[in-house]
Structure formats: structure tokens, C-alpha cells
């Protein structure tokens, strides 16, 4: 008698589950799938047990196999949330923030790209107002490029001295292309 009791438990709660998820209320049920609304709630209120030619109706009605209502789908539900909570903490730890990059040399850099290692990105409204200095000298320190890179007004500036041009989307896509090529070759 037990499991009697305990099948029809089990099969309200994946009934009560599957409506709640196809957000049906239980009279459209009861009328879209010809059942009394008392039958179909005794089923749903776990007051009697469907049989299996019904399971397969109901089944066809929510796009499950009849079989699943037998299925516990709360421990189901939980387990999916531990191993969701899992999967998120572990690609969290293997986050870094953006401001280890001034204090990283590259070849540290690599090392840690390797190793599975990406970067938590910033928003641009996190990157507005920061400039980003690029600067290389020839081999006899006798010229001196410096290119400066912004962000204003949910645009990318690049100045070489006094002039600051905005950069054309386009231009931006393809140097994201470029960086990420840079990176995967070094990870």
C-alpha cells in the first residue's frame, strides 16, 4: 500500500511540475486533454492513480515520456542544481580579474592562458575614461611610437599625440580577430 502511495506522490508532483513549467492551469488541462476537472485534479492532488494509457495521453499533452511521471523530479531538480552551482563555481575559479595584467609579465601570462585561465571582461562603462598606453622604441631609442587607446561615449579612441579619432566598428571586430588570434596562439 505504501507504494501505492508513494507512486501517486510522486506522479502529482512531475503533473504539478509540468504545468507549472507550461505554465497550464489545470482546468485548460482537464478540457484540452477531454478529462473530467475533478478526475484530472485527484490526479494532481495525488487522490488517485492514473493508469498508464492516461500517463501516455498526458504524456503526449506535456512532450514527456510516460514513463517519467514515475520519476522522482524533485531529487532530479536538486541534483541539477548542485551540479549547475558546481559548474558555476568552478568557471568562476578559474576567472581572473583585470587588474593582475599590469602586475603580470608575459611570459607568466602564458603560462596561466595554458593552463585554462581567462579573464573576468570589464563593461565598457567600466573602461570609460581609461586610457591605455602602447609604447615601443626602435633599437637605437631614437624613435618613440606611442599610440594611446580610450574609451568614450561607448566608443573606442585611438590618438597618436594630439589627434583622437574615433574607431569605426568594423576596425574594432577586426582588431578583437587579431587579439584573439594573439591569444589563442600564446594559450
Given at each position: 500500500m505504501?507504494?501505492?502511495?508513494?507512486?501517486?506522490?510522486?506522479?502529482?508532483?512531475?503533473?504539478k511540475?509540468?504545468?507549472?513549467?507550461?505554465q497550464?492551469s489545470?482546468?485548460?488541462?482537464?478540457?484540452?486533454l477531454?478529462?473530467?476537472?475533478?478526475?484530472?485534479?485527484?490526479?494532481?492532488?495525488?487522490?488517485?492513480?492514473?493508469?498508464?494509457?492516461?500517463?501516455?495521453?498526458?504524456g503526449?499533452?506535456?512532450?514527456?515520456?510516460?514513463?517519467?511521471?514515475y520519476?522522482?523530479?524533485?531529487g532530479?531538480?536538486?541534483?541539477a542544481r548542485v551540479?549547475?552551482a558546481?559548474?558555476?563555481a568552478?568557471?568562476?575559479?578559474k576567472?581572473l580579474n583585470?587588474?593582475?595584467?599590469?602586475?603580470?609579465?608575459?611570459?607568466?601570462l602564458?603560462?596561466l592562458?595554458?593552463?585554462?585561465?581567462?579573464?573576468?571582461?570589464?563593461t565598457?562603462?567600466e573602461?570609460?575614461?581609461v586610457?591605455?598606453?602602447?609604447s615601443s622604441s626602435s633599437?637605437d631609442?631614437?624613435?618613440?611610437?606611442?599610440?594611446?587607446l580610450?574609451?568614450?561615449?561607448?566608443q573606442l579612441?585611438?590618438?597618436?599625440?594630439?589627434?583622437?579619432?574615433?574607431?569605426?566598428?568594423?576596425k574594432?571586430i577586426?582588431?578583437?580577430?587579431?587579439?584573439?588570434?594573439?591569444?589563442?596562439?600564446?594559450?
Open positions: 505504501k507504494a501505492v502511495e508513494a507512486e501517486k506522490s510522486r506522479i502529482s508532483k512531475n503533473i511540475h509540468l504545468l507549472e513549467a507550461k497550464i489545470r482546468r485548460q488541462a482537464s478540457i484540452d477531454g478529462y473530467k476537472y475533478t478526475t484530472f485534479c485527484d490526479w494532481v492532488n495525488g487522490n488517485s492513480l492514473p493508469s498508464y494509457s492516461v500517463l501516455e495521453r498526458l503526449e499533452y506535456f512532450n514527456v515520456e510516460p514513463w517519467e511521471f520519476e522522482d523530479i524533485s532530479t531538480k536538486r541534483r551540479l549547475a558546481y559548474a558555476s568552478f568557471a568562476d575559479a576567472l583585470m587588474n593582475i595584467l599590469d602586475s603580470v609579465e608575459d611570459a607568466q602564458k603560462s592562458l595554458q593552463s585554462g585561465f581567462k579573464f573576468r571582461h570589464k565598457l562603462e573602461y570609460e575614461g586610457n591605455i598606453k602602447l633599437a631609442d631614437k624613435i618613440d611610437i606611442s599610440t594611446e580610450s574609451v568614450r561615449d561607448n579612441f585611438i590618438s597618436n599625440g594630439d589627434v583622437s579619432s574615433p574607431v569605426p566598428l568594423n574594432v577586426q582588431i578583437m580577430d587579431i587579439m584573439q588570434a594573439v591569444l589563442d596562439e600564446n594559450s
